[in-house]
């Protein structure tokens, strides 16, 4: 591409005459001559070769070829501007890029509002987000691939501190044959059963069944799963914070069980390196350890919790899901 021939204080003149109504506050605002605001804009035409203003009585007016370079000089100069105010704040250590992963468990709606946040504060640092299977699947930290982790389980060499806990609840479609019987179930009338099951994201460590049924349908995604059940292909374990939906649509119904009909898995946040973290890390860490408060200590608000206990509710994010339950825990400290 040809090198520009206008400067950013040409394009500055130009889009100051048309905010402030004429040569002589622009020249104010500018802080310069009107003689060197005049000839800045004169010579802007003169190179580019077009008339941005025409004369209408005593007002100098924008031509159509104005209007395009003034909105065009206007989105170029916040550009640069923007570019001065990233290099400001990596020049204070601010990262370029911040790698999270996170269980796929862990509410999406409560993730992205908290990169939300961090995007709002230094919104040139980019985001990768991982989102990986439950299990004990802390290659992302380990292989050096994330900087930040929201897992299940904290892997040896890491610390973590515990965030919050989430339900799981054993359910089936309303018509599935083990609601039809009417009756609290155990383990062995689960069994003739097909199980619906999550393939853990590292195979090589994956986690043994936790029911033998007969019959196993594995899938790769969450939502796989969810479908499959709400479809009526069979029982399985689903976090209630994804299933709110289909629990309210009927389309899922928890299993009657004698006992052990849902399950608890704790979620901590991990650093990959706690000592080297940047700020933009460093600041994500705390917006979601605030974000998991706020909504813990709003849901829990006037509702009596059993000793030692510290069940809560979400009300929802974006969906509008507000008082629903969600099934989130957040420990003591």
């Known amino acids: 591409m040809p090198e520009p021939r206008i400067t950013l204080d040409q394009w500055r003149a130009l889009v100051a005459v048309v ?18 605001v005049t000839y800045g804009v004169q010579q802007l035409e003169s190179q580019l070769g077009v008339k941005a203003f025409k004369i209408a009585g005593r007002k100098a007016e924008l031509t159509p070829t ?48 908290c990169l939300d946040r961090l995007g709002k504060e230094s919104p040139h640092t980019r985001i990768e987000l991982i989102e990986a299977v439950l299990g004990h699947h802390t290659d992302a930290l380990a292989q050096g691939q994330a ?61 043994p069944p936790s029911i033998e049924a007969t019959q196993r349908w594995t899938f790769s995604h969450l939502a796989t799963s969810i479908e499959a059940a709400g479809s009526g292909y069979g029982f399985a374990w689903l976090p209630e ?45 705390e917006i979601i350890r605030e974000a998991v408060a706020s909504e813990c200590k709003r849901s829990s608000r006037g509702r009596k919790l059993p000793r030692g206990k510290a069940s809560i509710r979400i009300p929802g994010g974006p969906g509008g899901e507000t008082g629903r339950h969600r099934g989130l825990k957040i420990p003591r400290q």
């Open 19 to 36: 905010d402030k109504g004429g040569y002589a506050r622009a020249a104010a605002a500018l802080h310069k001559s009107q003689s060197s």
């Open 66 to 113: 104005g209007e395009l370079l003034y909105r065009r000089a206007r989105y170029l100069l916040d550009e640069a501007a923007a570019l001065e105010q990233s290099a400001k704040r990596l020049s204070a250590g601010w990262e370029a890029e911040v790698r999270v992963a996170v269980e796929v468990i862990f509410p999406i709606w409560l993730v992205l509002a």
């Open 147 to 207: 900087d930040l982790a929201v897992f299940a389980s904290i892997p040896p060499g890491f610390l973590g501190e515990p965030l919050m806990r989430l339900r799981f609840v054993l359910v089936a479609h309303p018509e599935h044959p083990l609601h039809k019987l009417g009756r609290k179930l155990s383990l062995r009338d689960l069994r003739p059963y097909r199980h619906l099951v999550v393939r853990e994201s590292s195979p090589e460590r994956a986690s």
């Open 241 to 285: 914070e994804k299933i709110r939906q289909e629990l309210a649509a009927g389309r899922l119904k928890p299993l009657p069980m004698r006992e052990g009909g849902e399950r608890f898995a704790e979620l901590y946040l991990i650093f990959a390196d706690r000592e080297h973290a940047g700020p933009a890390t460093l600041r994500l860490a």
